[in-house]
């Protein structure tokens, strides 16, 4: 797949629907990236991949290592960088630390969490030629704040976020946990491409977690989340394969040996 550009990315609302999905490591981005258009090194990562409880305790020191990864697996692919809580609280943090990214990675553009009251800082980051995405709908980083993960109904406040978002520049936005009726009428009303996670087919793509996509993550399902492959049963199979060998002395056999 050609390397996407913020430009193609937005050429393509209407037109093509667009793949994103999380890559958190050198291994699996090279697996993933010729299968989608963008990958996001999600803050998920801290939930799936460190074990935390939410992505909340997630770092920039974090979250740099892992896109440095990705982008060193898949260079020719379009990365996003989560800017982690904490990290874009004001205006001259979220450039310190985008502008960080943009040193230290080859990511292409950042994604940050939050409605309207953050447009003033994606205009900064805009203004200072940060690629920014936003996300919009069920805010992961504010889960302890909300009490838990919970679809977002309020049309009138998500239709201004969303255009309070698009005007401030994001080229892209999120939707997260949304009804499909009322993410239809947001992606309809905006020129930039929303990309749906659990929001319904009718947005201009779609991105979902790797290892949820993937049957790894057993802790929970969302409804939103199709498991295209049952992983864990498949890794669990394979080591256990590998354990009775290595114990009844089948590994290494001949063919194995030098
Ligand atoms: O962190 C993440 O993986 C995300 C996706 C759920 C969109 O933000």
Redesign the pocket.
Known sequence: MKKQTVRTIQKAKGKEKLVML?AYDALFAKLFAPYVDML?V???LNMSFAGRPD?LSATMEQMLYHTKAVCAGAPESFVIF?MPYGSYTDESTALANAIRVYQETTADAI?LEGSQEKAPIVHHLVQNGIAVMG?IGLL?QHVRGEGGYKVVGDKEKLLSDAKALEEAGVFAL?L?GVKADLAHDITHSLSIPVIG?GAGADVDGQ?L?WSDMLGLFEEFKPKFVKRYCDGARLVKEAVQRYAQEVKNGQFPDEEHSY
């Open positions: 999380t996001l999600g803050d998920s992505t989560d994604k996300h992961p999120i997260e996670i991105v977690v």
